[in-house]
């Protein structure tokens, strides 16, 4: 079945570590997406990218970082930068143009700090 | 930049009745895309209407209908005969035709009461 996976689960980070999450799809879509929930919160954008090696930030982009080698991945990467990490993290993907706008989901990621 | 707005944290509904959730955004651009995402307790982001800015006529897909006001720039979710299932957290969400990213409103959470 066509989807996207996110994993892990659940991820835990020490002070001063940079942890990845991954993301993979392959719905053979060419746009990939980042978003960040804090609870009680709607979705904040973090890094978009619509082709391979080509990213964008999104509004809260310090202390994330992201690549887009392949077209079916787009891993995250929560620097030491990031003071506040701790969130539900979630990756999404998209056809580009007009009538392919919805976003498909991945399940997420909690990333939590020790 | 565009903003969507969720005036009700919480809402609750009798199962079988019928309940209304409000959404208002702001844009200055003429064709864009709005959403309703369910996200049920697994997190996982569902799709449950979308409505094209272009197209006078109200989307319905079964128990779920919008109302569209485009001149007022509401978009408000109704679920008809509500059921257990339907508790969730509800997003609305704006994406441009012209965007690449999609804005999320704080949510609303909806109790199905048995």
């Known amino acids: 079945d066509g989807g996207i996976t996110q994993s892990p689960k659940y991820l835990f980070r020490k002070e001063g570590q940079n942890v990845t999450l991954s993301c993979e799809q392959n719905l053979n879509h060419d746009a990939m997406y980042w978003y960040r929930q804090d609870p009680g919160q709607g979705l904040r954008l973090i890094y978009y990218s619509q082709i391979v090696n080509d990213f964008q930030k999104g509004d809260i982009a310090e202390g994330y970082s992201v690549s887009r080698e392949k077209k079916e991945s787009f891993p995250l990467t929560v620097t030491s930068a990031q003071k506040n990490p701790t969130a539900f993290y979630l990756c999404?993907?998209?056809?580009?143009?007009?009538?392919?706008?919805?976003?498909?989901f991945g399940s997420g990621t909690q990333l939590s700090v020790l | 930049a565009q903003t969507v707005t969720q005036s009700q944290p919480e809402m609750s509904v009798q199962e079988a009745e019928t309940v209304t959730l409000s959404c208002t955004y702001d844009?200055?651009?003429?064709?864009?895309?709005l959403f309703w995402y369910k996200q049920p307790p697994s997190r996982q982001m569902i799709l449950v209407i979308r409505?094209?800015?272009?197209?006078?006529q109200n989307a319905t897909e079964n128990r779920f209908s919008v109302n569209f006001q485009k001149a007022a720039k509401s978009f408000s979710l109704k679920i008809s005969d509500s059921q257990l299932g339907d508790a969730a957290m509800y997003f609305c969400a704006y994406r441009g035709y012209n965007n690449n990213d999609m804005r999320f409103g704080a949510g609303t959470r909806l109790t199905v009461k048995p």
């Open positions: 409505q094209e800015a272009y197209k006078q």
């Open positions: 844009t200055s651009e003429s064709d864009y895309y």
């Open positions: 999404a993907s998209s056809r580009q143009g007009r009538d392919n706008e919805k976003l498909f």
